[in-house]
């Protein structure tokens, strides 16, 4: 599809590889005729400069894009880091292209086969949330990576602080958030989560 073998294209760095060879060319021209040293008057060495813009270029967007995506797992997941380009770009394509339900069953296809790796399942809850506008699935997910044996305390509290946004915004349940953000300060004492549970407790109850 056409849309497709653009984000291929943009992914491969070829974007960035096009943009490179205009500025040689530009300044090739200039310095042909300008007469700069090694320039002056030679033309052929006009496309000779736009191939090696372009090679530089596309080497430089492709590192870019492809750290873009590790850079997103390092904030939500850092354990998933090392291998998101390998294992989840294309599932970004997805998203990219607007399918956003082929996108979600991917995250859970990923979920089954990594099944202690909560990644996929905080990205399909926050599809669910924030694209499909489903806060009953996008809760169901975010406690199933919290569940997980073994998850980090960063996305054990990551997943926390989701699931008691859900019940004060969308789900309105007052009474299980209580219970969440008791749960966050008991698990997580001393950290800037559990500060901020407390805060929210206190307002929940009318306490100063």
Do not use: C
Request: charged share 20%.
């Amino acid at each position: 599809m056409k849309t497709e073998r653009v984000i291929d294209f943009t992914h491969g760095g070829n974007l960035h590889g096009m943009w490179g060879a205009g500025v040689m060319l530009i300044f090739s021209s200039v310095a042909v005729g300008a007469g700069f040293p090694g320039f002056g008057g030679r033309l052929w060495t006009i496309p000779v400069a736009m191939v090696i813009g372009f090679v530089a270029g596309r080497t430089m967007g492709a590192t870019i894009l492809g750290a873009s995506g590790a850079a997103a797992a390092q904030v939500y997941a850092p354990t998933a880091a090392g291998f998101y380009t390998q294992t989840f770009s294309h599932i970004d394509a997805l998203e990219a292209k607007g399918d956003h339900r082929g996108a979600v069953a991917a995250w859970e296809a990923v979920a089954v086969s990594q099944p202690r790796n909560p990644w996929p399942l905080l990205r399909a809850g926050e599809l669910y949330l924030r694209t499909l506008h489903e806060p009953a699935m996008a809760l169901d997910r975010f406690r199933l990576a919290r569940d997980i044996e073994g998850i980090a305390p960063e996305h054990h509290r990551y997943a926390s602080q989701k699931i008691i946004d859900l019940y004060l915004g969308a789900l309105r349940d007052e009474g299980r958030a209580l219970v969440e953000l008791r749960r966050l300060i008991d698990q997580h004492p001393g950290t800037r989560e559990a500060e901020g549970a407390r805060a929210a407790l206190a307002r929940l109850k009318g306490t100063p």
